[in-house]
């Protein structure tokens, strides 16, 4: 048997006809014969599906996701009917499928090339994608999100207000196939009820008052790309409706009549509230819900997500001086613990804010310290602020809270007197230069640019002082570019 060939088949409850016995020769194979298909396991070169239906199931569409580009076979038994063209539409959709006949000879280990698993992105990589130092619950959110990128199965982003659902709905848009083309975004809540239909499906002239000439909606505004539904909980029933239709027949009706059209579109919804809740209270339709419930992904609230917040601060510190064209400001590391300690209920849009207003209320200072930020205590209901005891035990290292160097005289804090025995006056100037340079990286997170400003140095200078005290080691990883 050749091991390094994986066969995953599953027949979906139809008959397997002992085949599995004779491919035994070419694969190694796992057979799963439930009507409803189990994932493949991770180490799968080939996933093999008898084709039962004339589409894809829900249950497909999701284990597709989460394999992401695994080869697939469509097995058709002989003298079954042929799949329509609408069905070889849907199963193409899933992404690297092959069609083949299910009989004694065993399929081809080279039919596509092994699966493998893609490598993590790197920081600039995500930094493109519109995300910001992630965190174990992030890297997760974006493996799922990659995954169901390399198909076109609709996904649904749940999660608190402010957590970046669209974000990861752009992230989903530019990590597919379809990132050329139109990313289209409606914020169901926003439109009124009346209008939400004619806003999505378009209209024909005449088709109500007002209605002077055609109107494409935004379905196909965003044909060959992706709709973003935002807070889709909030769609009227009538909507929903139509809305089914569109996602089951990839075919909208304009208001007004006139023929049906197809559209070619990825749908990603997203919401706030619990839609199953909402199905179960009867204002949402459950069939609709499982249209959309095909990939689902949960964005973790900010607080859960604590050590992602000295990154996303700092992103959002140079982003909104060069908004504001104010002079670039640096976080002194005295802010981290505080930021961190925060419940955030607003998540990151709050976070977003709370930056932007130390940034204009700063004024020329280049240094924002934990004063900046006090306005923040004032909302934070009793008994949600982690101590700060508690804060240190759970980040050890970290800054301590009350050391506001930031705020001291310049000089004091080199302060020392002469001990009897005398001292080398180079050595203790060299320390005391030493732990300033130290300290403005610190400041600037290793920003040598912005670290020389703090101390008043042409950035020459700063970096031959560098090498003569060799720090080279201890600011490595510093850049003297701003994030985008």
Not at 99 to 122: H, I, K, M, V, Y
Request: hydrophobic residues 40%.
């Amino acid at each position: 048997m050749n091991t390094a060939h994986r066969l995953h088949w599953s027949t979906l409850g139809e008959s397997s006809e002992g085949l599995e016995h004779a491919w035994a020769a070419a694969w190694e194979i796992t057979v799963d014969r439930g009507a409803a298909p189990s994932l493949p396991p991770k180490d799968t070169d080939l996933w093999a599906i008898q084709a039962a239906g004339d589409e894809p199931s829900p249950a497909i569409l999701r284990l597709v996701a989460e394999v992401a580009a695994l080869p697939i076979l469509l097995l058709l038994s002989p003298g079954a009917e042929p799949l329509s063209p609408r069905a070889l539409a849907a199963w193409s959709r899933l992404g690297s499928v092959r069609w083949g006949l299910l009989g004694s000879e065993a399929p081809l280990p080279g039919l596509r090339p092994l699966s493998g698993s893609a490598p993590p992105f790197t920081p600039t990589q995500t930094l493109g994608l519109g995300l910001v130092g992630l965190g174990p619950l992030m890297v997760a959110v974006v493996a799922r999100a990659r995954a169901s990128a390399a198909t076109r199965a609709t996904v649904l982003l749940s999660g608190e207000s402010g957590t970046g659902k669209e974000i990861i709905a752009r992230a989903i848009h530019q990590m597919g196939e379809e990132r050329d083309q139109p990313f289209v975004a409606v914020h169901c809540g926003a439109i009124p009820e009346n209008l939400l239909e004619s806003e999505l499906f378009g209209y024909n002239k005449g088709a109500f008052t007002d209605a002077r000439k055609d109107t494409p909606g935004k379905f196909r505004e965003a044909h060959g790309g992706t709709l973003f539904l935002d807070e889709v909980g909030t769609m009227p029933l009538a909507a929903q409706v139509r809305m089914l239709r569109a996602l089951q027949e990839r075919e909208i009706q304009p208001l007004g009549g006139g023929s049906p059209v197809k559209v070619d579109v990825r749908v990603v919804a997203a919401t706030n509230s619990d839609l199953w809740k909402k199905v179960q209270e009867g204002s949402f339709r459950e069939d609709l819900f499982y249209r959309l419930d095909v990939v689902p992904i949960h964005l973790p609230p900010l607080r859960d997500r604590r050590d992602e917040v000295p990154f996303l601060a700092q992103h959002f510190l140079n982003r909104k001086a060069r908004e504001h064209s104010l002079y670039p400001k640096a976080l002194h590391p005295s802010v981290d613990p505080l930021l961190m300690s925060m419940p955030w209920p607003g998540n990151v849009r709050q976070l977003e804010n709370a930056i932007e207003r130390a940034v204009v209320l700063a004024g020329p200072r280049p240094v924002l310290t934990r004063q900046d930020f006090t306005f923040l205590m004032d909302r934070v209901p009793e008994g949600e602020l982690m101590s700060e005891d508690s804060f240190q035990k759970s980040h050890p290292g970290m800054p301590d809270p009350e050391a506001q160097v930031g705020d001291q005289a310049p000089g004091a804090a080199g302060f020392m007197g002469i001990p009897p025995d005398g001292l080398d006056l180079n050595h203790v100037v060299s320390e005391v230069e030493r732990n300033l340079m130290l300290q403005s990286l610190s400041i600037t997170r290793g920003n040598k640019k912005r670290a020389a400003e703090l101390l008043g140095l042409k950035r020459t200078t700063f970096l031959e002082k560098m090498k003569r005290l060799e720090l080279e080691d201890a600011s490595e990883g510093g850049t003297d570019l701003e994030p985008s």
